[in-house]
């Protein structure tokens, strides 16, 4: 290998889990150095949803460092997984979508991801699996279905698990890991990026090309971001995420919430920061953790917004937070003068998202009024104009009393 493939590697392999294989890589990225091509780099994207967060932009970094090193990105919409609805059973509430919500969904997902991501045309493909599997008869289906044997898919860890545990594993979700496969014959895959919760699926394609006579891909695993609590994956239904779309004011102010022990993590995940460097970051004795989450937050706000956005939050975190003052730029909400339930109250200022968010955080302690903690949600609040609402760490509200 020449130093260029041996430091591309080196790059490619910052922040994964595992690369099958790493040989087979190098192999690719010679080849297509002396041919002066660019490797198709996959990713498959669920359009059941239209939001990403930071979790989600851990396999898009990595994507748009193989696009910076000249490789073409395939971002491959489920959109046929979609319409038929959640195939495993573990989530009997997923919708069923329409093919213009569909459409919606992942016109806002590439909006976010143009972020990150070189969304020009001679590095980034856009394809839709329906174009294919749609189309698939019967006879095509069985023989896709002939390239792996049934011991094989029972590897997979939840299969194993339900099985296990006597829960019904159905014929069908068989095929899915293999239409996932499928798809990387269609786009002629190089290389499978996913995180560790899609490494069955992604190795299943290295064998479904073989059967179809193509080169295997590699696969890229990706660690999972864990969010905010520290526990569970980043993920927007726990309410533990940083969403790329956040006002830069309460992103920062949400890394800034993580603790000390994560940040090893996030600087290797969402940044570009040599290792070296993070290491004197992430060691007490050489940086204070205040000041390296300082300038994490900055970095991850930079990312999306921009140097002067980023300082200025960070600005505004030390005044709200540091010296106990105000932010500059309260929401005013104008309400009745009448008085009102202090969870009623909440949720009239858009801090909360419901009712019940509204009443575990007052018996949490962690809503107030001018600086007086309420206790109790039923309590009469008459509003007072001018007043400042608090909820939380970051959310306040300004009262503008009408008659």
């Not at 600005?315 to 105000?326: H, N, S």
Request: with cysteine.
């Amino acid at each position: 290998m020449t130093e260029t493939i041996i430091e591309q590697i080196q790059l490619l392999k910052r922040g994964t889990v595992e690369v099958f294989t790493e040989a087979e890589l190098a192999r690719k990225l010679t080849g297509a150095a002396k041919k002066c091509s660019q490797l198709r780099i996959k990713l498959g994207l669920d359009p059941t949803s239209p939001d990403i967060h930071l979790g989600h932009t851990v396999v898009l970094r990595k994507m748009r460092q193989f696009q910076d090193l000249g490789h073409k990105a395939v971002l491959i919409i489920g959109d046929y997984t979609a319409r038929i609805g959640d195939p495993t059973g573990q989530n009997s509430t997923r919708p069923i979508l329409s093919p213009e919500q569909i459409e919606q969904n992942a016109k806002t997902y590439f909006e976010q991801a143009g972020k990150i991501l070189d969304t020009s045309d001679e590095r980034l493909e856009v394809r839709y699996n329906g174009e294919w599997l749609e189309k698939l008869t019967l006879m095509e289906l069985i023989q896709i279905a002939a390239k792996k044997t049934v011991a094989q898919m029972l590897q997979r860890d939840t299969f194993k698990k339900r099985l296990q545990a006597d829960v019904d594993v159905y014929t069908h979700e068989f095929l899915y890991p293999l239409m996932q496969g499928y798809d990387s014959v269609m786009i002629e895959s190089d290389v499978e990026l996913g995180g560790t919760d899609q490494t069955f699926n992604n190795l299943v394609g290295r064998d479904i090309q073989k059967g179809y006579a193509q080169q295997p891909q590699i696969v890229i695993t990706m660690p999972i971001l864990v969010g905010l609590d520290g526990q569970e994956k980043m993920s927007k239904s726990k309410g533990n995420y940083i969403g790329v779309t956040d006002e830069p004011n309460d992103m920062f102010g949400k890394v800034m919430s993580i603790s000390d022990d994560m940040m090893e993590n996030y600087f290797t995940l969402l940044t570009d920061l040599p290792a070296d460097r993070i290491a004197e970051l992430v060691d007490a004795g050489k940086t204070h953790p205040k000041q390296a989450k300082v300038l994490l937050g900055k970095r991850i706000v930079a990312q999306f917004y921009n140097e002067e956005l980023a300082d200025a939050a960070a600005a505004e975190f030390d005044k709200v937070f540091a010296r106990g003052q105000l932010p500059d730029d309260i929401p005013e909400i104008e309400i009745p003068a009448q008085p009102i339930a202090a969870s009623k109250l909440l949720l009239a200022c858009n801090l909360v998202s419901t009712g019940g968010e509204a009443k575990r955080m007052i018996k949490q302690s962690a809503a107030s009024i001018d600086g007086e903690k309420l206790n109790d949600p039923n309590a009469e609040i008459t509003p007072k104009d001018g007043a400042v609402i608090r909820v939380g760490k970051r959310k306040f509200a300004r009262l503008i009393v009408g008659s």
